[in-house]
């Protein structure tokens, strides 16, 4: 299934609610993506799974703002493969609380996201 096909059937989906959430917030390994950061070479060419890229799309036409939290071991290694699948521009916010693109512990950093989300 292709992304516009999956973009179409989300945002049918998406279009039943009335209310939509203003933020939805992303684990990457084994969420967006099927594997562990820490498991792959920065050389390696990742994918995300079939359908997210196109969910992503849906809920970007319909306004909703997505930020990434993450624990992995490895940021450096997601911030490369996030950037190597061009995703930056598709979320407001990668959580950064002590100066790395993940932080460890990420239900520490709501106060965070809801500052850096909405700027």
């Not at 049918?12 to 562990?36: H, N, S």
């Not at 990434?68 to 699948?85: E, G, M, N």
Request: hydrophobic residues 40%; neutral net charge.
């Amino acid at each position: 299934m292709g992304d516009e096909r999956v973009k179409a059937e989300a945002l049918q989906i998406l279009g039943l609610f009335q209310v939509l959430p203003r933020l939805v917030v992303f684990d990457l390994d084994y969420t967006l993506w099927p594997f562990y950061c820490e498991c792959r070479s920065k050389r390696d060419s990742p994918s995300l799974f079939r359908h997210a890229r196109g969910i992503m799309y849906a809920l970007k036409e319909k306004g909703v703002d997505m930020a990434i939290a993450s624990r992995s071991p490895t940021p450096d290694k997601a911030k490369v493969f996030i950037d190597k699948l061009e995703l930056q521009s598709m979320f407001v916010a990668q959580l950064d609380s002590q100066d790395r693109a993940f932080p460890k512990y990420p239900e520490e950093n709501w106060d965070s996201i809801q500052v850096h989300a909405f700027l």
